[in-house]
């Protein structure tokens, strides 16, 4: 099996260069999808696209495509990621896996190397949570799952989706164009930072994603009474917030039992939230997250029985919200093993790790083999000015991207192979 | 010993008419002290305390007193409570006490009976809290509490306290004279509606008034670390609201443990208070209350133990803020027997119980044996126009109020033949 050689230097100043394209008068660095330092990044882009052999094009989703030829026409190896950012952001989140991207085409292009199937470099349009309260928006478009209703959204200014999708080279009428069926990508590969701090504390450069958790949010309203603190006797109360803590404590306590899996009360809204008055109502966030959708069901159902006998003991009353739930993804297993070898090749046993965090993979996953590798994040800080990783580890990251690119190549040749019947 | 008969519908009709003196365009009945609504309530009260043969002052602390003579020149008996109110208040909190106690003296001079001591019924100034930050204005004055620095609050207009006390008659540069010694005022008594539950659970129209509780106030800090709920493993959390809610907890099953003392988390400030992000910070309010400071202290240190402990296993800092602490105020045992065998004599078997709020019986007595009558409160309701205590209760708490001044008349009458040696 080939082997390739990456230059990693040349990708680290491509980070570096991607990153001075920031909006001016924000701090750390910002490059919000549909800004003007997002389209004049994109314009860079494509000129290290075209200059890394890659033919360029925008999808009806706005998704910036290099394309590399294979023997074959279809169906495609891809590999992508995101370079829009939250406001204040880092250098790292989205921009490692399009630009590494770009260094794995590059690196073929300058070795001469013929693969079998397309190679696709893609930079999704608009992963970060955009004004249009909608994020994902090109890897939804890939997945067929952007329709008009969600194009008819506006942001504050009345601008709708289909407008800014427009701008940027998008074609809202021809939305069908972009999406890809089940068969058209062979497998998808994203790198990307971990924002998280398990490779860290396990000492490891990179990770090897099992997939990515589903998730199962609601709001819980625990409506209590608000009496004065002083003339209520503690067996004449109805507090809101003393239920609402037995929750907090129980869904800390089920996702540990749980082991693999984390829930999270995030936000409270307290009425009155004053420091005389027993807390008469409290709305409260609650999300559990795991690879298992199982463990989900099983953590959410511990945690709620669990509420109403808090509730019920203080004569406070439970409402509980509509559930929101976004399935898991998982690699295959096959291309789990193929990913591990590759990151294998480069780092000592790399540990599997779900990702906890929702990225484009978890949209192409529903329409092909995905998997992910994470470059360890310094103390799990991301969304911020702070977030890093290594350039010794980035190199580590594009390197095994590479020797996952070149394995899928050959590992699906073969059973392509066997397809044909050659 | 004399039996008096209160003119109770007279009352009702002066809790009706002093209403009436409210702020224009506010919810409910509004006369906030230094009002022009609280001022010309004040003006009718002084006519009222002068038909009912009181001659009538306002001392230098702003308090409206009518007087009645003795056969001894002092010490005096004395009956109060507050006519200011909350903005958007019912019509009983405080009014009750002044009405009631100018219907005794009503009583008393229609009945022609000659008291031993002088009887003094007191309107105090802003019991209430007012824009000077500060409350209790006038029953601190008398306690000799109110200084220099006092009367230079300012409320957001820059007026001074010294200011807003000169125009209800009040001489800030004499506030000396306002001030009682101990032994200048033989008794105080105050009747009031109670502003909780406990009557109405027990099914008493009236209670007797053990002491008001003394009162420990803190804000604790819990500083975690925010991190992505989606990333963060349970295991390498440091969430501040898990630990919170520990200390919520503790609060309640300490309290509850130790029988009479309240616990109460009222108010959390967390940070960021964002769905997907485990709490980085949570500010709590605490309070413990309780009429025996012994039990204030053991409850209090019950939860700080169990906050350092839900602290210390999650890597959670906790910042104690310093402790408010406010004395119970006991009312000694001759004047509780006082009151409740006048209370008796009206009603079956009144229920004792703590005074779980402030009043401003808490300052006087400090100065003198203070004693209250509680009157039982519709659904605890206070501070609302929904407050109310039905016209047959007043009527039973007004008659017990002329009962207890009657016994205490006698009573210290006895005690003071002794002293004379009579």
Chains 1, 2 share one sequence.
């Not at 294979?70 to 829009?84: A, C, K």
Request: net charge negative; hydrophobic share 45%.
């Amino acid at each position: 099996m080939k082997t390739l050689t990456i230059d990693t230097d040349r990708l680290l100043r491509d980070l570096d260069t991607l990153a001075t394209f920031t909006e001016p008068g924000t701090t750390g660095w910002t490059r919000r999808a549909f800004s003007p330092a997002f389209i004049a990044a994109r314009a860079w882009l494509a000129k290290r696209m075209q200059d890394a052999g890659l033919s360029v094009s925008v999808d009806a989703a706005g998704n910036l495509i290099g394309r590399r030829p294979g023997l074959v026409d279809m169906p495609s190896l891809m590999i992508g990621s995101h370079t829009d950012t939250v406001p204040g952001a880092g250098r790292f989140d989205g921009m490692l896996g399009v630009l590494a991207g770009i260094a794995v085409a590059r690196a073929l292009d300058q070795a001469g190397v013929q693969l079998h199937y397309p190679l696709e470099i893609v930079d999704f349009l608009a992963e970060e949570p955009t004004p249009f309260g909608l994020s994902c928006i090109g890897s939804m478009g890939m997945a067929g799952v952007l329709d008009e209703r969600e194009l008819a959204r506006q942001d504050s200014s009345g601008r709708t989706l289909a407008e800014a999708l427009q701008a940027v080279g998008g074609r809202p009428d021809d939305l069908g164009s972009a999406i890809r069926k089940r068969g058209d990508i062979a497998a998808y590969l994203e790198l990307h930072i971990e924002q998280g701090r398990v490779l860290e504390e396990q000492g490891a450069p990179l990770g090897v994603v099992q997939g990515i958790v589903g998730i199962r949010r609601a709001m819980l309203q625990f409506a209590g009474r608000p009496d004065h603190a002083g003339t209520t006797p503690m067996g004449l109360r109805h507090d809101a917030l003393a239920a609402a803590a037995e929750v907090i404590l129980a869904a800390e306590r089920m996702a540990y039992a749980a082991g693999a899996a984390v829930a999270t009360v995030g936000r409270l809204a307290i009425s009155p939230n004053q420091e005389n008055v027993v807390p008469g109502s409290v709305e409260m966030s609650l999300e559990v997250r795991s690879l298992n959708w199982g463990t989900v069901e099983r953590v959410w159902a511990g945690i709620e029985s669990e509420a109403r006998t808090a509730c019920s003991s203080r004569g406070v009353e439970l409402i509980a919200g509509d559930l929101h739930d976004v399935a898991p993804m998982h690699t295959p297993d096959w291309l789990l093993e193929i990913i591990a070898r590759a990151c294998g090749e480069v780092a000592t046993d790399p540990p599997l790790l779900p990702s906890g965090a929702g990225h484009d993979a978890s949209w192409i996953g529903r329409i092909a083999p995905a998997g992910m590798i994470f470059v360890r994040s310094k103390d799990g800080r991301s969304h911020c000015p702070e977030e890093y990783s290594a350039p010794e580890d980035i190199a580590l990251g594009a390197n095994a991207l590479g020797a996952a690119l070149l394995a899928l190549d050959h590992y699906l040749d073969l059973t392509l192979d066997l397809y044909l019947d050659r």
